[in-house]
């Protein structure tokens, strides 16, 4: 198997990408930063708020594995209620969590779809794509763009016969990344929930970056036995 992964320098998109090393596969990480130095994995270098960047990117021809496209990268942007946003922030969010998979899905579909072997392309979701979260709106509507693309482009597939394809959006629930740290770290004023997640922390209920690694590993290597496209990990327990 080769894994295109965004967001490999940190949090779940690394953990995720050790993983697939480990159980021998070839991973391409696809980020800013290259925190990864072994010899299965290669890196690409790439900023996807930079809309020019990620439509120049293309993926390497190969007919001979399986392959799977990992949309992990995400930002969940500033914590501040809407009235109270920089437009700006706005725009490089929706790059990043909107615009950059979508970019990713259709190239790697223009791609891979004349071929016959089996491809995935798995997007990390959040639960915050399913209800309002305080401070969180554009990141809360950036997630539920996502599991209703995946849905629609899993339909696509499906209703063509497609049936070497699949298509999964999952949420990992609260994780311990920077992007956690970031929520801690977030003005009162502004988020009025934060105690709440201050809470997870010091109650240490947040998921391990390798606990989500090791679950989305096993949906990977047997996807016909998931078939939904959009689900939580908590369903995978």
Not at 109 to 129: R, T
Not at 185 to 204: H, M, P, R, V, W
Not at 206 to 224: G, Q, S
Request: glycine share 4%; charged share 20%.
């Amino acid at each position: 198997m080769i894994a295109y992964i965004t967001g490999t320098s940190s949090g779940i998109g690394k953990a995720l990408a050790l993983k697939l090393l480990k159980e021998g596969h070839q991973v391409i990480g696809i980020s800013r930063h290259c925190t990864i130095d072994q010899s299965n994995y290669e890196h690409i270098f790439l900023d996807l708020s930079d809309l020019n960047a990620v439509s120049s990117f293309d993926f390497y021809t190969d007919i001979d594995n399986d392959i799977v496209l990992i949309n992990n990268a995400g930002t969940i942007g500033p914590i501040k209620p809407i009235g109270h946003q920089i437009e700006s922030d706005i725009i490089t969010l929706n790059n990043i969590n909107v615009i950059a998979p979508q970019i990713f899905c259709n190239k790697f579909m223009h791609k891979f779809q004349p071929l016959d072997k089996q491809y995935q392309i798995l997007n990390i979701s959040s639960g915050a794509g399913k209800h309002p979260i305080d401070a969180w709106a554009t990141y809360c509507a950036s997630k539920s763009s996502i599991d209703l693309f995946s849905e629609t482009i899993a339909q696509e597939l499906k209703d063509r016969q497609f049936n070497n394809w699949y298509v999964f959006s999952v949420a990992p629930g609260v994780v311990d990344t920077n992007m956690q740290s970031q929520i801690r770290d977030a003005n009162s004023n502004d988020f009025l929930i934060k105690s709440k997640f201050l809470d997870l922390k010091a109650n240490n209920q947040l998921n391990t970056t390798e606990f989500v690694a090791n679950h989305l590993f096993k949906v990977l290597e047997n996807p016909i036995q998931h078939p939904k496209t959009i689900f939580s990990l908590k369903d995978l327990a």
